[in-house]
């Protein structure tokens, strides 16, 4: 049987955005030029989602030990962070994008924790692509603020213990609204997952790239597409069982 094209398009794609600073020591340049430069690729990234049809679009953007970088990097990413949002919402609204920022975001300056939840506001509304950007986001404070919702819940007297399960979890993690990710994407050449969704990515295929995020163009996304529609998700099946459901 030849495999449903549609089906073989991912919902949900995650992107670890890694090799910005090795863009730009390559190029003897200070590494915030990078983090500017890999502002391209973002924009680059959002476009081919909302061309492809995908319904869902996760970009990792600074990661809960992204802090310990020296503070003129995180400094440079924070106004870099801000100058984005004041550019980019007007266009993201207008294209029907919802933008949704995951992780700890108490932790940033007011002025920048403000502007992300008026993007968020302002997106509510908007459907035909769902961008997610985690930013002081880790996997395991993910997993952990879960269980702290579940255990409140359940000291409270409103929840019963026994009743929890994967499928209650699930719904107390970032990004429970949207589909599971099926591709995990990670540019720049290293193979880890740093911290990244842990608990969402399950059962994502992951696909490696050397391309550093600044040089990411459709060619590479479309790329890393081609690898997907090739891979046969078995999800613990046989072959001849996970071929007989399509
Ligand atoms: C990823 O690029 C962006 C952030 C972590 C904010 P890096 O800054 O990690 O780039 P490399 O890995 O040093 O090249
Ligand atoms: C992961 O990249 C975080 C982001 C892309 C935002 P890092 O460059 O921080 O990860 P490590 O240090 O290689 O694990
Ligand atoms: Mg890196």
Redesign the pocket.
Known sequence: MVPDAAARVPRHIAIV???????AERRHLP?SL??RE?QKAVRAAIEFCRRRGIAALTLF???SE?WKRPDEEVGA?MQLFLKALDREVDELAANDVRVRFVGELGAFAPELAQRMHAAMQRTAGNASLQLNIAVNYGGRWDIAQAARALATAAARGELDPATIDETVFARHVCLADQPPVDLFIRT?GEMRISNFLLWQTAYAELYFTDT??PDVDAAVLDAALAEFARRERRYGLTSAQARAIG
């Open positions: 955005m890694d090799g910005n600073g090795r863009w590494r990078g983090h890999g953007a600074f990661s992204n990413l720049g550093l995020w």
